[in-house]
C-alpha cells in the first residue's frame, strides 16, 4: 500500500490551498484517484494511490503546489476527468495527485472574436449546453464527451469523432495557460496574443503542450475555438456482405470532398458479430451483413442537403446497403453510449461476465487496414485460449485527420477483459497481448496511440522505438523542463531523458 | 521523495464480523458492474458532483468503495462519508450507458440510490449513522411525523395535528380512495394538500384521509433505518385495510416512490392496492373536462422537474400537459432530459446533514431558472420547494407548487399557511 | 421503436411481472414488444435484478428520449436519407 504523506508535508499544501476542503488524506480520498476506466490491476490497486490530493482552485495555487513538490522532489500526477483510456493520470509513484476538476468556470464567451474561456474541469457538454443559447459550440466530440474535461483532453491531444469537420483537441484550442513542471505560469497560444490562430513568432510550442500526458505540465486555462451551431446533421448506415467492399467504401467516401463530412467509419467482421449479441439495431440483421460503414456531415442545410445525397450514392457504390433511417437515426446519436458496458463481455461458452473494455487506438494509414484486422483478431484469439478472460470486441476504423478524412485511420481492437479474475499472472498475459497488438502498428508504419496516449505499460516500451530518431529530442525537452522529473514520472518512458550516457540514473 | 512515511493499519474484513462481508457479497454484481466500466457518465449529471467537484461524491466512487471493501483495504469507517453526499435524485442510475443503453437488455441496470442507501442501512448496523440523522429519525419514531416544523416550543407538530391542514374542508376518513399526505404539506405547506383536496372535490372524485396518518417511513430508509420504515409502512398499510381502501393517491413524489418500490418490496403480492400520482389524475381530469381551468394567470413560469418524478418515474409529460392547460401563463420550458442534472437538494437527508451543499443545488438551479427570466419556477415535489423558495428569493422569483396553480386557474381559493 | 403510452403515474403491482420471454435470434430473446433481451441462461455468472415492468418501460423510454436529445444538442435539423432499410430487418 502506498503510505500517506508525513504531516508537516499535509499542513504546507494546506496552507497553500488555505482554508478549503481541499488537501485529501483519506484513504478513499486517494483509492478513488487510482484508476481510469482503462483495464487496471485491480489485485494491486493499492500500489497506484497517490500520496495526497489536492483539489485547487486557482493558477496560483498549483504553482505553489508544483514548486512545493520541487522543493522536496515529490511527484506530481495531474488529473483531470480520469476518464482517459491509457492511465496517464494513474500514479506511478505516489505523489501529490493535482485534481482540477473544481476549475470549471466559464471565465469569458466573446462572440466577436469567437472564443470561450474556461477552467480546464469542465466538461463539454456542460460547456454546450451554455454556449447554445449565443448559436455556438466547440465542437470537441470524443466517445468521452459527457464526462471527459477540457484539461484531459489538452493533456492527452484528444480525437473526435467530428474531427474531419471540425478538428481535434489541438486544432479547436487557441491558447492555453500552463503551470510548468518547474511551477512558473506561462501563456502558450500562436505567437502572443491569446485568439490569434495562426503566428510564426518565436517558436511554435502550443503543439508541445498538448498531448503531453500530464508530463510536461498542468493546463489551468484554456481559449477554446467557437463555431456556428450545425443547422443540419445528416448520418447514414450502410450495410456490407463483405469487408473489403466495406474497407473499399469507408475511403470512397473519405476521399469525396465533402467539406461537411465530419467523419466515417468501419465496421468489421467481429465487430458485427459483437454487436449482435446485444445491440438492438443489429441484432435482427440478416446473416449476410458482416462489415458496416457510416457517415456523418455536419453544417448548413445548404450544404448538407445536396451531400447527403452524394453520400447515398457512395455508400451504395461498391453493394452497401443503407441500414434505414432509424437505426442510422439511432445509431449515430448512440455514439458516446454504446462501447463501455461490461456486460458486453463473453466468455468462450458465450455466458455473460463483466468485462473491462480496453480501446487500442492506433494510427494506421489506408492501405494497411484489412491486414492490421487479421493480425491483431489473431493476436486476441490466442490469448483468448491461453487465458479465457479475454473477450474480441471487434474493430472499429474512424478516419483521423484533422479536416482531412482521407489519409490516415484511428484503428481501434475492443478487447475485454474479466478484470475481478486478474492475478499476476494474467496480468503480465495481459501487458504481453498489447504489446503484440502495439508491435503491429509499428510494422505497419503506424502510431501506437492516435489519441489516448502510451502511457501504460504493455504500449510505453515501445514509445522510443516508434519516436525513432527524434525520441533524442523528446528527452532533452523533457529534461530542459522538468529537471527534477517530478511532473507525472514514469510515464512514456521518459525517465530515460535523466539517464546519462554512461547508463547512470537520477529522477 | 516524501519524508517519513506513516505506518498504516492494515484493515482485516474478517475482525469486522458478519455484516460487511454480506455486505460486500450482495453489492458486489453491481460494484463490478460498474468499477468495470468506470466511465463515469453519472458524474456531471449529479447534482452534488455539480457542487462539490470532489470524486468521492460520485456514484462511481459508491461503486468503487465497494470493491476496495472486497479487497478488504477499506472499511466502512473510511467510506462512509461518501455517501452522506447524495439526494438519491436517480440522474447517474439513469444516465449510466449501463442502465440506458443495456439495463433492460441485461435485466440488469445501475442501482446506484439503493447502493447509497444499502451503505446507509450499514452504517446504522454498525453504530456509524450520522448525527443529525439520528436526530431526525428519532424524532420522526416519536412524533410518527417528520419535524418538519422544528421541535421548539408550541410546535403543531405530531399526530394530533396531522389533519388540521384539512380544517373547513369536510374530508371524511376512510374509503376505497385515500389521499395520502406527506409530513411537508400536512405541516409545512398546507396550500398543497387544501389544494389538492379541493381539486378533487371539484372535479366529483370520491376520497378521505387515514385514520392515523404516519409519515410514509420513505425518508427512514432513506437515510439508512430501515426497520424504522418497515415498521411505519405496516402501520400505514394496516390503517389503509382497515379503512377498506383500494387506491391510494400520493400527492407527493417521494411517497409515490415508496408506494410504488419499498411498500411492495416489503409486502410482496399482498400489497395489492392502487397507486395513483396526483399529477397523472389531474392531467386526466383536465383533459376529459372533469375539471375546468378558466381563471388567467398571468405569470412567466418555467417548470423544475422533480427527481423522484422525472428521473426515477419517467413522469414528465402530465405536467407539462397541466401547465399548457393554464389560461394565461407564459410557460418557458427546459426539456426533461437537459433536467437530469437539475436538483433542489432536497432529497436523500441531504438538507439534514449537508444544508450548505444543499442550499448551492437550489441556488444553481434557480441560476438556470434566471437565465429564462422568468417571474416564478414551477414544482410539483413539496420537498424541493422550502430549499428552492430560499434560493428564489435571493433571485426575485417565486417558487409555486403545480397544484396551487391548478387550483388558483380553477377558481379555488386553497387556504393555507407556509411554516409554522 | 416502442409506440407505448405507458402511464407512470398508475402503478398496480399485478401488472409488473414481465411475460415470459420467447426466443428471437442466438442468445436473444424477448418479453415486450420491440424489447430485446438476452437468454437469461447466458447469465450464469452475473446475476440478473427483478425489474418490473415500469421499469423496463422507463428505461426504453428515457433512451429514445436521450437520443433525440443528443441529435438536438449538436444540431437544429437532423436530416436523414428518407428510405427504408434495404438489409431487411425492421
Not at chain 1, 83 to 107: C, F, H, N, Q, Y
Not at chain 1, 169 to 185: A, C, K, W, Y
Not at chain 3, 13 to 39: K, N, T, Y
Request: proline share 5%; glycine share 10%.
Amino acid at each position: 500500500m502506498v503510505t500517506a504523506l508525513d504531516e508537516s508535508v499535509v499542513e504546507e499544501l494546506g496552507g497553500i490551498l488555505g482554508d478549503d476542503d481541499g488537501v485529501l488524506t483519506n484513504v478513499t480520498s486517494r483509492a478513488m484517484r487510482a484508476r481510469v476506466p482503462a483495464p487496471f490491476p485491480v489485485h494491486r490497486w493499492f500500489e497506484y494511490m497517490p500520496q495526497v490530493v489536492v483539489l485547487p482552485r486557482t493558477a496560483e495555487q498549483v504553482s505553489e503546489i508544483v514548486k512545493f513538490a520541487n522543493r522536496h522532489r515529490i511527484p506530481v500526477v495531474p488529473r483531470a476527468g480520469g476518464t482517459g483510456l491509457a492511465d496517464g493520470a494513474v500514479p506511478l509513484r505516489g505523489g501529490i495527485m493535482v485534481d482540477i476538476k473544481r476549475m470549471s468556470e466559464i471565465k469569458e464567451i466573446d462572440l466577436v472574436n469567437r472564443t470561450v474561456t474556461v477552467g480546464p474541469g469542465i466538461n463539454m457538454l456542460k460547456l454546450n449546453e451554455q454556449l447554445r443559447k449565443h448559436g455556438v459550440m466547440y465542437p470537441d466530440d470524443p466517445a468521452s464527451y459527457p464526462c471527459s474535461l477540457v484539461g484531459g483532453r489538452i493533456g492527452t491531444g484528444g480525437w473526435s469523432l467530428l474531427g474531419a469537420r471540425y478538428g481535434h483537441t489541438r486544432d479547436l484550442v487557441v491558447s492555453m495557460q500552463v503551470v510548468l513542471p518547474t511551477g512558473e505560469i506561462v501563456d502558450i497560444g500562436d505567437g502572443g496574443g491569446r485568439k490569434l490562430r495562426k503566428s510564426s513568432t518565436g517558436l511554435n510550442l502550443k503543439q508541445l503542450f498538448t498531448g503531453h500526458q500530464g508530463t510536461l505540465g498542468i493546463t489551468t486555462e484554456a481559449t477554446l475555438e467557437l463555431v456556428p451551431r450545425a443547422e443540419c446533421e445528416f448520418a447514414a448506415f450502410f450495410a456490407f456482405d463483405d469487408y473489403m467492399k466495406a474497407h473499399l467504401t469507408t475511403g470512397t467516401l473519405a476521399r469525396s470532398g465533402l467539406a461537411t463530412l465530419a467523419g466515417v467509419v468501419l465496421f468489421d467482421e467481429r465487430k458485427l458479430a459483437y454487436l449482435r449479441r446485444d445491440d438492438e439495431a443489429y441484432i435482427p440483421q440478416p446473416d449476410w451483413v458482416v462489415s458496416a460503414v457510416a457517415a456523418t456531415l455536419y453544417g448548413t442545410r445548404a450544404e448538407v442537403e445536396p451531400a447527403s445525397k452524394r453520400v447515398m450514392e457512395l455508400g451504395r457504390s461498391a453493394g452497401g446497403k443503407y441500414v434505414g433511417d432509424e437505426i442510422s437515426w439511432g445509431d449515430w446519436a448512440s455514439r458516446h453510449d454504446r462501447y463501455a458496458t461490461p456486460l458486453h463481455g463473453r466468455l468462450p461458452s458465450g455466458e455473460v461476465v463483466p468485462m473491462c473494455w480496453h480501446c487500442e487506438d492506433a494510427a494506421l494509414t489506408y492501405s494497411e487496414l484489412p491486414k492490421v484486422r487479421e493480425e491483431w483478431h489473431a493476436i486476441v484469439q490466442r490469448y483468448i485460449d491461453e487465458y479465457g478472460i479475454f473477450d474480441d470486441w471487434g474493430m472499429f476504423a474512424y478516419t483521423n485527420g484533422a479536416y482531412k478524412p482521407w489519409g490516415d485511420y484511428l484503428v481501434e481492437i475492443d478487447v475485454g477483459i474479466w478484470e475481478e479474475k486478474l492475478n499476476d499472472e494474467t496480468w503480465a498475459g495481459w501487458v504481453n497481448l498489447k504489446r503484440e497488438i502495439a508491435e503491429v502498428s509499428l510494422r505497419h508504419g503506424g502510431s501506437i496511440t492516435a489519441c489516448h496516449g502510451a502511457t501504460r505499460v504493455g504500449d510505453a516500451e515501445l514509445v522510443p522505438t516508434e519516436m525513432g530518431t527524434a525520441w533524442e529530442v523528446v528527452k532533452r525537452v523533457k529534461r530542459a523542463l522538468d529537471p527534477n522529473n517530478i511532473m507525472n514520472p514514469g510515464k512514456q518512458m521518459l525517465d530515460q531523458a535523466y539517464v546519462s550516457t554512461d547508463g547512470e540514473g537520477s529522477g | 521523495m516524501a519524508t517519513k512515511p506513516k505506518s498504516d493499519t492494515r484493515y482485516d474484513p474478517r475482525a469486522d464480523g458478519q455484516l460487511q462481508e454480506e455486505f460486500v457479497e450482495k453489492w458486489r454484481d453491481n460494484a463490478y458492474g460498474c468499477f468495470s466500466s468506470g466511465h463515469k457518465f453519472c458524474r456531471e449529471v449529479c447534482p452534488v458532483m455539480q457542487v462539490t467537484r470532489n470524486e468521492n461524491h460520485s456514484p462511481t466512487a459508491f461503486h468503487a468503495n465497494i470493491v476496495a471493501m472486497e479487497q478488504g483495504q477499506v472499511s466502512v469507517e473510511d467510506v462512509a462519508d461518501d455517501y452522506v453526499h447524495c439526494t438519491q435524485c436517480g440522474a447517474c442510475e439513469l444516465r449510466c450507458p449501463n442502465t440506458l443503453f443495456t439495463g433492460d437488455f441485461y435485466r440488469h441496470r445501475t442501482e446506484t440510490v439503493k447502493v447509497v442507501r444499502a451503505m446507509r442501512a450499514l452504517m446504522v448496523d454498525k453504530g456509524l449513522d450520522r448525527q443529525n440523522w439520528q436526530v431526525w429519525n428519532r424524532l420522526t419514531d416519536e412524533l410518527k411525523n417528520e419535524p418538519v416544523l422544528g421541535v421548539g416550543d408550541g410546535q403543531p407538530n405530531g399526530q394530533e395535528h396531522v389533519r388540521d391542514w384539512a380544517d373547513g374542508l369536510d374530508i371524511p376518513v376512510g374509503g376505497e380512495t385515500i389521499m395520502f399526505v406527506d409530513c411537508e404539506a400536512a405541516f409545512y405547506r398546507t396550500s398543497i394538500p387544501r389544494a389538492t383536496a379541493q381539486i378533487l372535490q371539484k372535479a366529483g372524485v370520491p376520497f378521505g384521509l387515514m385514520r392515523e396518518q404516519w409519515c410514509c417511513g420513505g425518508p427512514a430508509a432513506e437515510m439508512g433505518y430501515v426497520e424504522q420504515s418497515r415498521a411505519f409502512a405496516e402501520h400505514n398499510v394496516a390503517d389503509w385495510r382497515a379503512v377498506g381502501a383500494k387506491r391510494i393517491i400520493a400527492i407527493e413524489p417521494h411517497d409515490y416512490i415508496h408506494f410504488t418500490e419499498d411498500y411492495p418490496a416489503y409486502f410482496g403480492e399482498s400489497f395489492d392496492f392502487e397507486v395513483i400520482q396526483i399529477l397523472e389524475l389531474v392531467a386526466e381530469l383536465i383533459r376529459d373536462g372533469r375539471l375546468k381551468l378558466e381563471r388567467p394567470i398571468d405569470r412567466v413560469v418555467t417548470y423544475h422537474d422533480p427527481c423522484r418524478l422525472n428521473k426515477r418515474k419517467g413522469i414528465y409529460e402530465a405536467p407539462r400537459e397541466i401547465l399548457r392547460a393554464i389560461p394565461g401563463l407564459t410557460f418557458k420550458d427546459i426539456d426533461h432530459v437537459t433536467q437530469w442534472s437539475y436538483c433542489s437538494g432536497g432529497g436523500g437527508g441531504l438538507p439534514i446533514e449537508k444544508p450548505e451543499i444543499a442550499a448551492e443545488i437550489s441556488r444553481q438551479r434557480l441560476g438556470r431558472a434566471a437565465e429564462l427570466e422568468v417571474d416564478t419556477l414551477v414544482s410539483a415535489c413539496v420537498w424541493s420547494e422550502r430549499p428552492l423558495a430560499a434560493a428564489g428569493s435571493d433571485v426575485g422569483i417565486e417558487v409555486l407548487d403545480l397544484i396551487e396553480l391548478v387550483a388558483e386557474a380553477a377558481g379555488i381559493e386553497a387556504g393555507g399557511r407556509e411554516g409554522a | 421503436m416502442t409506440d407505448d403510452t405507458y402511464r407512470q403515474g398508475t402503478y398496480r403491482r399485478s401488472e409488473q411481472e414481465p411475460p415470459e420471454p420467447r426466443p428471437i435470434a442466438d442468445g436473444v430473446v424477448s418479453r415486450f414488444e420491440h424489447v430485446l433481451e438476452v437468454d437469461p441462461t447466458l447469465m450464469r455468472h452475473f446475476g440478473q435484478q427483478k425489474q418490473p415492468a415500469w421499469d423496463t418501460k422507463r428505461i426504453v423510454d428515457s433512451r429514445w428520449e436521450h437520443l433525440r436529445w443528443m441529435h438536438d444538442h449538436f444540431a437544429d435539423e437532423v436530416l436523414v436519407a428518407g428510405e427504408e432499410s434495404e438489409t431487411g430487418a425492421e
